[in-house]
């Protein structure tokens, strides 16, 4: 089975400075996605940035870009120039791209709650 | 708009009484399912449906049920709330074919009594 791990509990960061959270996983598989999940205080949901596993640029949105070490199991999120606004809990979710039984499952990480020093 | 709706939002009940959450969603996908949340255990998988009248169990399916009798709806039922069923619960959604990502609900918090 697969498991994610998310290390860092809370970040904090200067707004307008760059913080990276981090993201290891565990999988035999060698095809995946990748995804980091952004929940303000309203509890929503909201898709960040994904990244396929059989890709080997980075992917990138806006402010957000990851670093996927394939190797190493990583997936390091990089919020650039950070905003009020980015304050949030923010996971890290794997999906196997081998559809099990039709299963899309997410496994997610246990988040790291991100403040935004003004 | 394209989107995932439940309903309630928020409830409180009490041990044992029979409740539902619904959710609806208007994007035609196939597969739904879903995820209860729980702090320092991130979101966890309840029960999934890959299309209208198959369902299957998750990573903790114990205490609920659910039927997908159309396409757009994915109800929860859960027949006799305990007080470890306290949680925020998603309903989520995805075509396969088109897409890799799943889209969620705005979360329905529930406290059991």
């Known amino acids: 089975a697969q498991t994610v791990t998310q290390s860092q509990p809370e970040m904090s960061v200067q707004e307008a400075e760059t913080v990276t959270l981090s993201c290891t996983y565990d999988?035999?598989?060698?095809?995946?996605?990748l995804f980091w999940y952004k929940q303000p205080p309203s509890r929503q949901m909201i898709l960040v940035i994904r990244?396929?596993?059989?890709?080997?640029q980075n992917a990138t949105e806006n402010r957000f870009s990851v670093n996927f070490q394939k190797a190493a199991k990583s997936f390091s999120l990089k919020i650039s120039d950070s905003q009020l606004g980015d304050a949030a809990m923010y996971f890290c979710?794997?999906?196997?791209?081998?559809?099990?039984?039709?299963?899309?499952?997410?496994?997610f990480g246990t988040g790291t709650r991100l403040t935004i020093i003004p | 708009e394209a989107q995932v709706t439940q309903n309630p939002r928020y409830l409180i009940t009490v041990t044992g009484k029979k409740l539902t959450v619904t959710c609806s969603q208007n994007m035609n996908h196939e597969y739904m399912s879903w995820y209860r949340q729980d702090p320092g255990l991130g979101l966890r998988q309840i029960y999934y449906s890959m299309n209208v009248e198959v369902t299957d169990k998750g990573d903790v399916p114990e205490g609920y049920k659910v039927s997908r009798k159309e396409k757009r709806n994915f109800p929860l039922i859960l027949e006799s709330p305990s007080p470890n069923q306290t949680s925020l619960y998603f309903c989520?959604?995805?075509?396969?074919?088109?897409?890799?990502?799943?889209?969620f609900g705005p979360g329905t918090r529930l406290l059991v009594l």
């Open positions: 999988t035999s598989e060698s095809d995946y996605y």
């Open positions: 990244q396929e596993a059989y890709k080997q």
């Open positions: 979710a794997y999906r196997s791209a081998y559809l099990n039984f039709g299963n899309e499952k997410l496994t």
């Open positions: 989520a959604s995805s075509s396969p074919r088109i897409d890799e990502t799943q889209y």
